[in-house]
C-alpha cells in the first residue's frame, strides 16, 4: 500500500513538472515565453489547470454508452499505473519485485488498448471513434517493433527482472543475488580480455555491454514515440484533423484521468527504455584505477545514499529521454497513416527481427 | 537557360542527416531562449532586425512604444471648445453626439483667442463606433478635439465606451438652459413692449 501511494504521488509530480516543461519547452523552441502569470516563471501552470479540471463539470455525453464512457479513462489510467509497478527506482526499492516485471509490463500495458476503444466506442462520436481506432491500430502495430527490442535486450540480460537486468549494468552486479560470478566484458566480447566488472559506469551500460542494442534502443525509443501517441506518431490525436481524438468528449476529472495516462505513458516507456538500455539507476561514470567515480556516485546498497544517487540518476536520465521526445514533437512533422505503418512493418519489424538475432549472438560471445 | 539537375537525397545517411539538422535546428531555438526582444522604437536600428530569441513581449507588461503623436483616442479639451458642432458634422459614423445651450453672455476666450458663446451640456463621443478618420480634428476651429497616443482603452460594458467631455453638471446645465429661457422671455417681452410703444 506504501508503496502504491508514494509511486502515485511520485507520478503525480512528475506529471506535474512535465507537463509544465512541454508548455515551456514548446514555448522555447517556437520563439514564444510560453506560461509566466501563474507563480514564478509560471511554475505553477500545470497545478492550476489540475485544479481547473478538477473543478468542471462531469458531462456524460446523452448518446454515450455511459458504463464503458465511464470506465474507460479509470482502465487507461489503471492500465498505465500498473506498469509503474514493476519498475526499480533505486537498487532496493521497487514497488514489485516480481521474476517476470518485464513479460507483465508488456502485458498490463496492452489492457490500454482495450480502454482507448472504449472510450472511443462509448463516446457514440466519430472524431473519437476514428481517434481510438487509429491510436489502437498504431498501439498494436508499434507494440511488435517495440516488443522485439525489449526482447533483444532480455536476451542479452537473460532475465524477465527489471531488477537483476539493473544490476547487470552496473558495478554493483555481483552484489545482486544469483549473479556473483558474473562478469561484464567491454562491448561484451570475452575475446577482448578487458573485464569492466568492477569498472562500472557507462562500459556496463546495456548499449556498451552490447553495442548492438543501441540500435535496439533506437527502435525500441521511436516505437515508444508511437506507443504514448507522440509526435510525429499523433494522427490519433491529431489535432488539425480530430479535434483532440478517443478524448473529445470528455471533461472535467475523466479528462483528467486521461491527460494523466498520457502522460504517465511517456514516462513509463522513458522510465524502460532507461533501465533496459542506457544503465537504470547506474551512474554513468565508471571507476579509472583508484579514482572510484562509480562507487562514490552510487552509494551503499541499503543505504540511504543509494537511494538518493539511484533516484537522481533513473530521473535525470528518463527526463533527457522525456525532453527528447517533447524536441521532437517541436521538430517533426506528422507521419500519414500509411507511412506510419509502413515504419512499423517494413522497416522497424525487420530491422527488429534482425536485431533479435545479432543479440542471440551476441550473449555467446559474453560467455 | 542553365538546367540543373536536382540530387534527391533519400539514402539511409542523408534521412539521418536530415532528421538530426532539424534536431539542430529546434535545439538552437531552445538555447536561444534566454535572449528576449526587447520593445524598441521603429526608429531603432534594431526593429527589424531580431537574429534570435524570443520574440514575444509580455504586453500588459510591456509594449512596443508608439508614435508621439500617434492617433488613436479622441480627446477633448473643453475649455478650448467653442461647441461650434463641426466634428458631429462631418463624422461619418456620428459618433459624437452633441447639444448645445446659448450662453446669456459672454463665457470666455479660448487659448487661441476665440470667443466662446455656447455651453455644450452633452459632449459626448462613441469610441466604440469611432473609425479613426480624423476628419474631426482636421475641421476643429480652435485645435482642441486632438487624437491621443493612447491605444489600449478596452472596457467590460461597452456603455464605457462612450467618452462625456461636457464640464457642466446636469444641474448647471439646466441653470444655463433656464437663464436663457429667462433672457429670451425678457428680450421677447422688450421686443413686444417696442413694437407696442411703434403703434401707437
Redesign the interface.
Known amino acids: 500500500m506504501l508503496a502504491f501511494v508514494l509511486t502515485l504521488v511520485l507520478l503525480l509530480s512528475i506529471v506535474i513538472v512535465l507537463a509544465y516543461a512541454e508548455r515551456k519547452?514548446a514555448?522555447?523552441?517556437?520563439?514564444?515565453?510560453g506560461p509566466?502569470e501563474a507563480g514564478p516563471y509560471g511554475s505553477l501552470q500545470s497545478v492550476l489547470d489540475v485544479l481547473k479540471l478538477l473543478q468542471k463539470e462531469d458531462i456524460v455525453p446523452a448518446a454515450a454508452d455511459k458504463s464503458l464512457f465511464k470506465l474507460a479513462p479509470i482502465l487507461i489510467f489503471a492500465a498505465v499505473f500498473a506498469g509503474f509497478a514493476v519498475i526499480p527506482f533505486t537498487p532496493d526499492l521497487v514497488p514489485a519485485g516480481i521474476g517476470i516485471g518485464v513479460f507483465y509490463l508488456l502485458a498490463i500495458i496492452s489492457l490500454d488498448v482495450v480502454g482507448l476503444l472504449m472510450a472511443g466506442w462509448g463516446s457514440n462520436n466519430k472524431y473519437a471513434m476514428l481517434g481510438a481506432m487509429r491510436s489502437v491500430a498504431q498501439i498494436v502495430s508499434y507494440e511488435i517493433p517495440a516488443g522485439l527490442a525489449i526482447l533483444a535486450a532480455v536476451m542479452v540480460c537473460q532475465s524477465l527482472d527489471f531488477q537483476e537486468i539493473s544490476y547487470q549494468q552496473g558495478a554493483l552486479m555481483n552484489q545482486f543475488p544469483g549473479l556473483e560470478y558474473e562478469m561484464n566484458w567491454l562491448f561484451g566480447i570475452r575475446d577482448l580480455g578487458i573485464n569492466t566488472t568492477t569498472i562500472g559506469g557507462i562500459t556496463t551500460w546495456n548499449i556498451f555491454r552490447a553495442p548492438i542494442l543501441l540500435v535496439a534502443f533506437v527502435i525500441y525509443f521511436i516505437a515508444s514515440l508511437a506507443e504514448s501517441n507522440r509526435a510525429p506518431f499523433d494522427i490519433p490525436e491529431a489535432e488539425s484533423e480530430l479535434v483532440a481524438g478517443f478524448h473529445v468528449e470528455y471533461s472535467g476529472f475523466r479528462f483528467a484521468a486521461l491527460f494523466l495516462a498520457e502522460y504517465s505513458m511517456m514516462v513509463l516507456v522513458s522510465l524502460v527504455a532507461v533501465i533496459l538500455f542506457l544503465g537504470s539507476w547506474n551512474t554513468p561514470l565508471p571507476n579509472i584505477g583508484p579514482v572510484s567515480l562509480a562507487y562514490w556516485t552510487t552509494g551503499t546498497v541499503g543505504e540511504l545514499s543509494s537511494i538518493l544517487w539511484g533516484g537522481f540518476w533513473l530521473l535525470s536520465k528518463t527526463f533527457v529521454l522525456l525532453f527528447l521526445q517533447l524536441?521532437?514533437r517541436?521538430?517533426?512533422p506528422r507521419l500519414r497513416v500509411d507511412q506510419l505503418m509502413h515504419l512499423c512493418w517494413k522497416v522497424l519489424t525487420p530491422i527488429a527481427l534482425a536485431v533479435v538475432l545479432i543479440a542471440g549472438i551476441w550473449r555467446l560471445l559474453m560467455i | 537557360m542553365e538546367t540543373k539537375t536536382i540530387k534527391h537525397k533519400s539514402g539511409f545517411w542523408d534521412v539521418v542527416k536530415s532528421?538530426v539538422s532539424?534536431?539542430r535546428?529546434?535545439?538552437k531555438?531552445?538555447r536561444n531562449?534566454k535572449n528576449r526582444r526587447t520593445p524598441e522604437y521603429v526608429s531603432d536600428k534594431n526593429y527589424f532586425n531580431q537574429p534570435d530569441?524570443?520574440?514575444?513581449l509580455?504586453y500588459p507588461y510591456e509594449a512596443l512604444p508608439v508614435p508621439d503623436n500617434g492617433r488613436y483616442r479622441l480627446h477633448n479639451e473643453i475649455d478650448d471648445c467653442i461647441v461650434c458642432d463641426l466634428c458631429a458634422k462631418v463624422c461619418p459614423v456620428n459618433c459624437i453626439t452633441i447639444e448645445s445651450v446659448k450662453a446669456t453672455e459672454e463665457i470666455g476666450v479660448t487659448s487661441d483667442g476665440t470667443k466662446k458663446r455656447l455651453y455644450a451640456p452633452v459632449f459626448d463621443i462613441d469610441m466604440a463606433k469611432c473609425c479613426y478618420c480624423g476628419l474631426c480634428t482636421t475641421v476643429c476651429p480652435t485645435d482642441c478635439l486632438t487624437m491621443t497616443p493612447v491605444y489600449d482603452f478596452a472596457e467590460v460594458d461597452i456603455k464605457n465606451m462612450i467618452y462625456h467631455f461636457t464640464d457642466l453638471t446636469p444641474e448647471q446645465a439646466e441653470e444655463k438652459r433656464q437663464l436663457l429661457a429667462k433672457q429670451q422671455e425678457e428680450m421677447a417681452a422688450a421686443k413686444a413692449a417696442a413694437l407696442a410703444a411703434r403703434k401707437q
Open positions: 519547452v514555448a522555447f523552441m517556437q520563439d514564444r515565453l509566466t524536441q521532437i517541436w521538430t517533426y | 532528421l532539424g534536431l535546428l529546434t535545439w531555438h531552445f531562449a530569441g524570443l520574440v514575444t509580455k
